[in-house]
């Protein structure tokens, strides 16, 4: 039997919309129809059933940590429970064992542990766009978004939020890191560790002196790229918090200004000063330093390094990932050099 690594994209995906029938019986549904939201570290589906459209998210078990995953769901309903913010909101599903928000589906055609994590979500009405669409108006809203994230849901941090602590640079690197990539960093040459260990240590210097300022830490989405941001009739939504975490709040304007700089460096500039003036606009807190922003954009670089090697066996960037790895790593030896990361490689 083939290995599932080996897998064409058409059979993967095949294997996991058959996989995601089986789920849905899990919530006593049937879908009258599946579609394909998204697949590339999960399979996302939109389902259609009697009872309304959905969001099924099928994880592997073997990229997951299930007491994470739990957490996220919780954070997720507090969200909904503490603020106005639109997120995705997790449905219960009844089974023998009580009432569970993430349920195991076991195969044995998948990697061990053979299981997929489930969880349900209500479906979200409205449109995304695509980084090359997004305006200066559209940036100050997602600005404005994630600091009501950063003030009104937050939780206690010694609540039952069981996420990756990336409050420091070991926690963004470490063997803890959820972009850990440790035993697959034999991928790159010994050049290309040493300009990532370097990358490292400036992220750590930046995030000691922020140590200084507890309210400047706390659960952030960690992944806000543009496709997990959703425009609805009531404002934003923000999607897909796989990556959630405790760690610095400017972290979480990372993702979006990095991919920005590789899809919109003519008015980079621009799109970035429209985030800022309305994040800060909104904040209930003393204004974070902006110049941290860059080094914070840098660790995002080297993270999408490590979710690359993580990532090198899925059929879509199998072939993309060596000239991807490569040419990301100078980039960051650029950053090193003139302390601007200037992106030419492809976001994915």
Not at 10 to 26: C, G, M, N, P
Not at 300 to 310: D, E, H, M
Request: a negative charge; one cysteine or more.
């Amino acid at each position: 039997m083939t290995a599932y690594s080996e897998w064409t994209l058409a059979q993967q995906k095949t294997f996991w919309q058959e996989l995601a029938d089986v789920a849905l019986a899990r919530w006593g549904m049937a879908a009258a129809a599946i579609s394909w939201l998204g697949y590339s570290s999960n399979a996302v589906f939109k389902a259609r059933s009697d009872a309304g459209d959905f969001v099924l998210r099928l994880q592997p078990a073997w990229r997951a940590n299930r007491a994470q995953a739990q957490s996220e769901l919780t954070w997720l309903r507090a969200i909904r429970r503490d603020s106005d913010l639109q997120a995705p909101f997790p449905i219960v599903a009844a089974g023998e064992d009580g009432d569970a928000l993430l349920v195991e589906v076991t195969h044995p055609q998948l990697p061990p542990p053979h299981v997929a994590l489930a969880c349900l979500f209500e479906f979200i009405p409205g449109q995304s766009k695509a980084a090359s669409a997004l305006s200066k108006e559209d940036m100050y809203m997602i600005g404005r978004y994630l600091a009501q994230l950063h003030s009104q849901a937050q939780v206690e941090p010694l609540a039952d939020i069981d996420r990756p602590r990336l409050a420091d640079a070991q926690g963004l690197f470490g063997d803890e890191s959820p972009y850990a990539a440790q035993h697959d960093a034999r991928l790159l040459t010994k050049a290309q560790r040493d300009i990532c260990r370097a990358v490292e240590r400036a992220v750590g210097n930046v995030m000691s002196q922020l140590q200084k300022h507890p309210a400047a830490f706390g659960l952030v989405h960690a992944d806000l790229l543009a496709k997990n941001i959703l425009f609805t009739e009531a404002g934003i939504a923000a999607l897909d918090f796989e990556y959630c975490a405790w760690g610095c709040f400017l972290y979480d304007l990372a993702p979006l200004l990095w991919q920005l700089k590789g899809e919109r460096a003519q008015d980079y500039t621009q799109l970035e000063a429209s985030l800022w003036a309305g994040y800060t606009a909104s904040l209930t807190s003393a204004c974070p330093p902006r110049d941290t922003l860059e080094t914070f954009i840098a660790a995002r670089q080297l993270a999408s390094c490590r979710w690359l090697l993580n990532n090198r066996d899925h059929p879509q960037i199998r072939a993309l990932t060596p000239a991807l790895l490569k040419g990301r790593i100078e980039e960051l030896r650029d950053f090193l050099e003139c302390g601007k990361l200037q992106r030419r490689t492809a976001t994915l």
